[in-house]
């Protein structure tokens, strides 16, 4: 009653809610205090809650740890896991806390909803147990549905986180995969660049290739007009001799016009010899 009457006046005087939320916490914290003087073992669970969380009171982890103590000592097994899974945040695991866990694990698996809630935070915190935010809220929904109040704020904390770590993992992914375009895109760039290389290089060899080709059918040509001017020279100076030839025989063969052949007087020769004329074979005093 007097918790809410501090609220409803704070709204009244229009205080900032962390102010009144703080005036209020501290007056729970004071309430919770007398009570745990006077051995009331959920006032002290509470009282150690308090200090450990910083409500209404500065943290303080060892005054948490002796409160909680004190209420564990006296059978509060909520106080009990509280003070292992302070331990195990201040101190880190050991054997000892190895099997306490352990106890709680099948405490929680037996049914326990503290269990249950007290399991589903080290999930959650990944304290004594290996982060698991998907096991940490279905044993947190557990305690919830099983009475523990608490639970119910730890699992939409929970819900939260995984929330909040779904859509990392979402952008991660997104980057993940533009990162992977780009490579992509890069790859297939080189790899079109190597290929219009090689198309270069196969056009410019294949250009080279035609060049030699065309500069060895010209040297062919020149080789084939060499060589045919040259048997046409052969041919025509063979020609030339022939001709040579041919002029030197008939001018041998032809009769001299200088000195005509004189007209032999058959008779005369007769007379002054007849033994020497055409017809000395047919006269006997020739014989």
Not at 135 to 154: D, H, M, T, Y
Not at 252 to 263: I, L, R
Request: glycine share 4%; net charge positive.
């Amino acid at each position: 009653m007097r918790i809410l009457i501090s609220l409803l006046l704070g709204m009244a005087l229009n205080l900032p809610m962390s102010i009144v939320l703080a005036d209020a916490s501290s007056s729970i914290f004071r309430f919770q205090s007398k009570l745990a003087d006077q051995g009331n073992a959920e006032a002290q669970y509470k009282v150690g809650e308090m200090y450990e969380l910083g409500k209404g009171v500065s943290p303080d982890n060892v005054k948490a740890r002796e409160w909680l103590e004190k209420a564990a000592n006296q059978g509060h097994r909520k106080a009990a896991y509280r003070v292992l899974l302070l331990d195990i945040k201040t101190q880190g695991m050991n054997a000892k806390r190895g099997e306490l866990v352990n106890e709680i694990t099948k405490e929680a698996n037996a049914g326990s909803p503290d269990a249950q809630y007290f399991l589903g935070k080290m999930y959650a915190s990944g304290l004594g147990k290996p982060k698991d935010l998907a096991q940490a809220r279905i044993l947190l929904n557990k305690a919830a549905f099983n009475g523990v109040p608490e639970a119910e704020f730890e699992a939409i904390a929970v819900d939260e986180e995984i929330a909040r770590s779904e859509e990392r993992l979402a952008k991660l992914r997104v980057e993940e995969e533009r990162k992977k375009r780009e490579a992509d895109e890069l790859a297939k760039r080189e790899q079109d660049a190597q290929k219009a290389k090689e198309r270069e290089l196969a056009a410019r060899r294949e250009a080279d290739q035609r060049a030699r080709e065309a500069e060895q059918k010209r040297k062919e040509r020149e080789r084939a007009a060499a060589a045919a001017s040259a048997r046409e020279q052969r041919e025509m100076e063979a020609a030339e001799r022939e001709a040579a030839k041919a002029e030197a025989a008939a001018a041998s063969a032809k009769p001299s016009e200088q000195a005509p052949a004189k007209k032999v007087d058959e008779k005369a020769v007769f007379e002054s010899d007849p033994c020497k004329g055409k017809t000395a074979k047919f006269l006997s005093i020739c014989k």
